[in-house]
T-cell receptor, first 115, second 114 residues
């Protein structure tokens, strides 16, 4: 079974631009979460989508948004990029079958550098 | 709300020595507990999880962890480490009633020296 796929692996953008990151979950996984990882802040939860609906949201400004499609693929968008948005963005999927405690399966991340 | 504290940011150890990575958590609701490992330039992989039942859980690569409810701890152990265990380890919790939102600790970098 293929793992979680994130594209692209690397991105370099300029301040003020916007960016879209893509995540394809493991087949059959309906929950997709996004995390920002930086050396100073560690892993910060951005949001979680389940069946095309945002179910949970972290404490990030409105410049960070996401969506999920009917095939469970998800995209994350960051508008008006700031230098502090430079980070590794990780997508994780999990199986929701009514049994909680399903672990997260992570992709290898998208490394975003804002200059 | 939940919080996770990993008590050691860096743990250096010699090959074949035992190791313990410490994790304490705080939560107002019941939680599930996880340990993940991250190798350079990769995402996180699940090592083990505690959902219920026996407080000692075994995971992949010879790791195990013990859940202590009274001390709200979930320490990770391995009796004999290998060079290949060098990586960053994350402790995480997710509320039982909202399993889609996990909170991670800041990570512990385990460095195994020959």
């Amino acid at each position: 079974k293929a793992g979680v796929t994130q594209t692209p692996r690397y991105l370099i953008k300029t301040r003020g631009q916007q960016v879209t990151l893509s995540c394809s979950p493991i087949s059959g996984h309906r929950s997709v979460s996004w995390y920002q990882q930086t050396p100073g802040q560690g892993l910060q939860f951005l949001f979680e989508y389940f069946s095309e609906t945002q179910r949970n949201k972290g404490n990030f400004p409105g410049r960070f948004s996401g969506r999920q499609f009917s095939n469970s693929r998800s995209e994350m968008n960051v508008s008006t990029l700031e230098l502090g948005d430079s980070a590794l963005y990780l997508c994780a999927s999990s199986l929701e079958s009514g049994v909680y405690g399903s672990p997260l399966h992570f992709g290898n991340g998208t490394r975003l550098t804002v200059t | 709300a939940q919080s996770v504290t990993q008590l050691d940011s860096q743990v250096p150890v010699f090959e074949e020595a035992p190791v313990e990575l410490r994790c304490n958590y705080s939560s107002s609701v019941s939680v599930y507990l996880f340990w993940y490992v991250q190798y350079p330039n990769q995402g996180l992989q699940l090592l083990l999880k505690y959902l219920s039942g026996s407080t000692l859980v075994k995971g992949i690569n010879g790791f195990e962890a013990e859940f202590n409810k009274s001390q709200t701890s979930f320490h990770l152990r391995k009796p004999s480490v290998h060079i290949s265990d060098t990586a960053e380890y994350f402790c995480a919790v997710s509320p039982r009633t909202n399993a889609g939102k996990s909170t991670f600790g800041d990570g512990t970098t385990l460095t195994v020296k020959p």
